[in-house]
């Protein structure tokens, strides 16, 4: 198993421009999520899934959408990157509402200039 | 509201000796008890969990972590660090709430091991 995999590692981006950062899982999870992480305030929950076809806000939604239409893929989308979406960004999965531990992509780091 | 506090942003320990690295949690209802290890420049893994059971669990790499319930507490320990320990922990809790599991995260210790 590949387990989660993220593209790109890497992105700079120009503010305004838009952007989707993929995330995929092979392990048959039903829990998807999105987390950015800033120095000094842990992981932030942006948006997660259910399950294909459902999702929800997390803690930190705007300027981010995602969609989920089938149980692998989960992108997350930047509408008009800013300079404060700076940051790390991690997917993760984990098994249905039994959620036990999640499961994390090696990471893709922004930077928006 | 339910939340994760851990008291330390960095512990720095030198090397072979014994570190704890502690979490506090609040929350009404029962919760699931995690810590990851991020190495740098990598995602986070997971180190040990609390589900039900002992309130001792033991994790990978000789790290262990006792639940408190009656203080909510999660502490991580060690008895004896490596400089390849050197790494962030996060401490996590899951608790059922509005339908599914959500997961919250501590803010990090950055645990750097000194020869």
């Known amino acids: 198993n590949a387990g989660v995999t993220q593209t790109p590692k890497f992105q700079v981006l120009k503010t305004g421009q838009s952007m989707t950062l993929q995330c995929a899982q092979d392990?048959?999870?039903?829990?998807m999520s999105w987390y950015r992480q800033d120095p000094g305030m842990g992981l932030r929950l942006i948006h997660y899934?259910?399950?294909?076809?459902?999702?929800d806000q997390g803690e930190v939604p705007n300027g981010y959408n995602v969609s989920r239409s089938t149980t692998e893929d989960f992108p997350l989308r930047l509408l008009s990157a800013a300079p404060s979406q700076t940051s790390v960004y991690f997917c993760?999965?984990?098994?249905?509402?039994?959620?036990?531990?999640?499961?994390f992509g090696p990471g893709t780091r922004l930077t928006v200039t | 509201a339910q939340s994760v506090t851990q008291l330390d942003s960095q512990v720095p320990v030198f090397e072979e000796a014994p570190v704890e690295l502690r979490c506090n949690y609040s929350?009404?209802?029962?919760?699931?008890l995690f810590w990851y290890v991020q190495y740098p420049n990598q995602g986070l893994q997971l180190l040990l969990k609390y589900l039900s059971g002992s309130t001792l669990v033991k994790g990978i790499n000789g790290f262990e972590a006792e639940f408190n319930k009656s203080q909510t507490s999660f502490h991580l320990r060690k008895p004896s660090v490596h400089i390849s320990d050197t790494a962030e922990y996060f401490c996590?809790?899951?608790?059922?709430?509005?339908?599914?599991?959500?997961?919250?995260f501590g803010t990090g210790t950055r645990l750097k091991v000194l020869a």
């Open positions: 929350s009404s209802v029962s919760v699931y």
């Open positions: 996590a809790v899951s608790v059922w709430a509005s339908g599914t599991y959500k997961y919250i």
């Open positions: 392990m048959n999870h039903e829990y």
């Open positions: 899934s259910v399950g294909a076809g459902i999702t």
């Open positions: 993760a999965s984990s098994y249905g509402k039994r959620s036990y531990e999640q499961y």
